[in-house]
């Protein structure tokens, strides 16, 4: 079979792609807001420098930064968004400020009529840009200024240790004395005013904001653009014409497939021996285990406080460690099993591959686990420490919180997190080469190389921000990061290892694989690449990423609508032998991550993709809805399964007892299931109502948030977490038991017979 054109349209995709993000990656510096040198009252009172405001922004990380609310929409959702809660509360000061001065009531007690006549004056006041480019001064009126003093008190006030606002603190799960030094406060203020200037000042020459009119707030009239909704139903149309042309083709191409084949009558594996590099991997799948159920106490721990704020059933935890660090480990803890269950499967692999060890390859697997180690715990304590206050700003940056979801760790982990990322590259090209140079399976064995190259290299550019760039602009790196690396590339490399696991059982034919994940691959990244816009709509970005976004965003979801026939041929592949029932459970695995795809991804995705949806939904509850469904329920069950299946190539021959395993895999789609259904959809739908009611303000406020309603829905989430962290647990007795001897049974020899029984068995036998 030739793949010159399958090659061919996977290349003119990434270079197209790359291009378009290249040039409007130039646009977002070119048209990034700007931070003024000054903000100065039009009496020449200056209120904050340009430092001040970056200063600022390194305050706002160091304290847990989008782990601690959110800013433009972005980050964590139990207190406000601090840049729609500034806005929403220098607006009502200064509507109330008029509204007694010219009629001497409170601005709520006005008539329609003299609100109107309000509200225009404000949209002047606040609408209005008055940023001198050549001069580098922001000029706000002597009025405003005395508004950002008052509102600058109140943020004072709740991240200090005020007792009065001793309730808002616990409603937002903020300890006291967060920030401790008045002067970090004050440089904070400044970036919260900056953050919120910019959501509400229109662009130069234009009638929207530098956000596209984010957030939702009509007492400035901040509302949908025409290009909002005009791209939002684009994107409808490009979901269904996409839809269509690919079940049109996916029908011709399926009835031209002959994929008969003599399947094994025995199971090829049983011969297979492991490596010693190959074995060295064990350890990863143990410290994989070990980082879930952490990273489920941190969950646990993250949710309680979204009802109790500053406590653990009475017990003052806070004090020690807080939500924006409870919610860092737990955010960060689900990147690093993830991935550590993929390159472990890497490492695994590529010897079984090429049939070949490389000389010293044990060592370097080792090594790798030693830094992979010193990694997580390193950046785990930065973090942690970061929250008490006591680095500097700059040291912060090296070794504490960066404050950017999903890339928290400091500067120095994720420089060392890189250099062990190209390490791994190195030891999989090393040893997969061989098999290479051979020729055979050459395409999908190009793929995999490409593959795992695009692993180290699209991590790189979370180094492309530094400690005071623009938000705007570190937020469209971070996204290279957070969309390319972790939904991107991750994904390509997992459809390729589990093309080899089906071909090297026998179960596939090696041309249709290649040839399916070549299509899929190209299929995927059409709408992947520059979907990543989708997440910076109204990140201070131009207008044509969000035209881009919506429509590209759209074709993500595509390929998903077809996602049931991979789910039904895996099904299909676990039963076609009986020898092949041995990998039930890891298969059922793959069909666990089919259907998430389509629901976490796909509708839970699509919910939130179009522009006008996300423009009331950014930063509420339905955002986790899609984060949990689609990180945990695809990555996260991809994991497992590829997890699963090395340990079975680890103990080949030996019969696994497959109850726990059978428990964990129902409870934990059943818990995941039931988490999102009984609370965090509920509270995202409900948070959309207020949303689009009252504000982007209420819809994170305490007033919204702490009614008995939302307060019962965030408790209703016990059910599904409890079902969901027992499947985990019971994942992980397995998973001991395969060394202890509980969790298999006996030993099956090459032709399928059985010998020993576990119990029977040595102890370098078990380990094997």
Excluded at 312 to 329: D, K, Q
């Amino acid at each position: 079979m030739r793949y010159t054109k399958l090659w061919v349209s996977l290349g003119a995709v990434i270079a197209a792609s790359f291009a378009v993000l290249g040039y409007y990656g130039r646009e977002v510096y070119r048209m990034a807001p700007p931070i003024p040198d000054r903000v100065v009252t039009s009496d020449g009172q200056v209120q904050f420098t340009g430092q001040d405001i970056k200063d600022g922004q390194n305050v706002w990380q160091s304290m847990g930064g989008q782990e601690v609310g959110s800013v433009w929409g972005h980050g964590a959702y139990v207190a406000p968004d601090w840049s729609a809660d500034w806005l929403h509360r220098e607006a009502t000061w200064l509507l109330d400020h008029w509204a007694r001065a010219d009629h001497d009531q409170p601005f709520t007690a006005l008539t329609d009529e003299d609100q109107a006549a309000l509200k225009a004056r404000l949209k002047n006041e606040i609408r209005r840009n008055t940023y001198d480019p050549k001069t580098g001064d922001l000029v706000i009126s002597p009025l405003r200024a005395a508004a950002i003093q008052d509102i600058g008190n109140h943020y004072a006030s709740l991240f200090g240790n005020d007792p009065e606002a001793h309730k808002l603190r616990d409603a937002y799960a903020i300890p006291a004395n967060a920030i401790r030094d008045p002067q970090r406060m004050r440089q904070l203020n400044a970036f919260f005013f900056w953050a919120s200037w910019v959501c509400a000042t229109n662009r130069p020459g234009g009638e929207i904001t530098y956000t596209n009119n984010w957030p939702a707030e009509s007492l400035i009239d901040n509302k949908p653009s025409g290009t909002i909704v005009i791209w939002s139903l684009i994107s409808f149309v490009v979901l269904l014409a996409g839809i269509g042309t690919l079940a049109w083709y996916f029908a011709i191409q399926h009835g031209k497939t002959d994929d008969s084949h003599e399947l094994p009558d025995q199971d090829p594996l049983l011969a297979f021996q492991p490596t010693l590099s190959m074995s060295a991997t064990l350890k990863y799948f143990w410290v994989v285990m070990a980082l879930i159920l952490v990273q489920i106490g941190c969950g646990i721990l993250t949710a309680h406080y979204g009802v109790e704020g500053s406590g653990f059933y009475g017990f003052p935890l806070a004090e020690w460690i807080p939500y924006s660090v409870t919610r860092t480990w737990h955010t960060q803890l689900a990147i690093f099993w993830i991935a550590t269950a993929w390159l472990a499967t890497g490492l695994f692999m590529a010897p079984a591959i090429s049939g070949h060890e490389p000389k010293f390859q044990r060592l370097g697997v080792n090594f790798l686990f030693v830094c992979l180690l010193i990694i997580v715990v390193g950046s785990m304590v930065g973090q942690w420490y970061a929250t008490r206050q006591r680095m500097g700003l700059a040291m912060n940056f090296w070794f504490g919180h960066q404050g950017y979801e999903y890339v928290d760790l400091g500067r120095f982990w994720q420089l060392f997190l890189t250099v062990g990322l190209f390490l791994w590259l190195l030891l999989m090209v090393r040893a997969m080469w061989p098999a290479f140079r051979s020729g055979e399976n050459r395409h999908l064995l190009a793929l995999f190389l490409l593959a795992s190259a695009a692993i180290p290299l699209f991590y790189v550019p979370g180094l492309f921000w530094h400690r005071q760039t623009n938000l705007a602009i570190a937020e469209y790196w971070r996204w290279w990061v957070v969309h390319l690396w972790v939904e991107g590339f991750f994904e390509v490399f997992a459809t390729v290892v589990i093309a080899f696991l089906f071909t090297r059982m026998g179960l596939l034919r090696t041309a249709t694989a290649t040839a399916a994940v070549l299509f899929s691959t190209t299929v995927f990244l059409t709408g992947g690449i520059i979907g990543t816009f989708h997440h910076i709509y109204f990140a201070g970005t131009p207008t044509g990423i969000l035209a881009l976004g919506a429509t590209f965003s759209s074709l993500e979801v595509v390929p998903l609508v077809l996602i049931g026939f991979e789910a039904y041929e895996n099904l299909t592949l676990s039963r076609v032998r009986p020898w092949v029932g041995a990998y039930q459970w890891p298969i059922l695995f793959f069909v666990a991550v089919a259907f998430w795809n389509f629901v976490g991804a796909g509708l839970f995705g699509f919910l939130i993709n179009p522009p006008l949806a996300l423009y009331y939904m950014q930063g509420l509850n339905t955002t986790a809805v899609h984060g949990h469904t689609a990180l945990f329920g695809v990555y996260g069950m991809l994991g497992i399964g590829l997890m699963l299946f090395c340990l079975k190539g680890l103990t080949t021959r030996h019969i696994w007892k497959t109850g726990s395993l059978a428990f964990a895999f129902w409870a934990i789609n059943i818990g995941l299931s039931l988490m999102v259904l009984l609370s965090l959809l509920p509270v995202g739908l409900l948070q959309t109502w207020a949303s689009v009611e009252h504000g982007t303000w209420y819809a994170r406020s305490a007033e919204f948030m702490q009614t008995p309603t939302m307060h019962s829905l965030r408790w209703m989430r016990v059910v599904g977490d409890t079902i969901f962290a027992a499947g985990l647990f019971a994942l992980g007795w397995f998973v001991v038991g395969l060394k202890t001897g509980w969790s298999i049974t006996a030993e099956q020899d090459s032709v399928g017979g059985l010998d020993r029984p576990a119990t029977e068995r040595t102890e370098p036998e078990l380990a094997r």
